[in-house]
């Protein structure tokens, strides 16, 4: 059993910053790819940044020089450094691993998301 945690989130005011954290447990050797989605209220959830195991990230492109995802392989864990935040980047925020190899593969796991909210 793959479990996400997140945290981190809150609210902010427009130009801050928060950081957010998500540590996977259960029996894991490795993960692929982890990474943050987020869904804001009436629209789709959207990939904001993921991270490959060798450190290959993608963005976002609104959120591209503002956020940085990094990752700790040893402690199974995804981060999120969100700066210069704007009232667009409000909503919730979740955490993905894919590609999860314990006794058992595991295609992807979701966390339970933490909402960040950002004012004007």
């Known amino acids: 059993q793959v479990q996400l945690v997140e945290s981190g989130g809150g609210l902010v005011q427009a130009g801050g910053s928060l950081r957010l954290s998500c540590a996977a447990s259960g029996i894991i050797f490795s993960i692929n790819t982890m990474g943050w989605y987020r869904q804001a209220p009436g629209k789709q959830r959207e990939l904001v940044a993921d991270?490959?195991?060798?450190?290959?990230?993608n963005y976002l492109d609104s959120v591209k020089g503002r956020f940085t995802i990094s990752r700790d392989n040893a402690k199974k864990s995804v981060y999120l450094q969100m700066n210069s935040l704007e009232t667009e980047d409000t909503g919730v925020y979740y955490c993905?691993?894919?590609?999860?190899?314990?006794?058992?593969?595991?295609?992807?796991?979701w966390g339970q998301g933490t909402q960040v909210t950002v004012s004007s």
């Open positions: 993905k691993a894919e590609g999860i190899r314990g006794f058992v593969h595991v295609d992807e796991s």
């Open positions: 991270i490959t195991s060798g450190g290959r990230s």
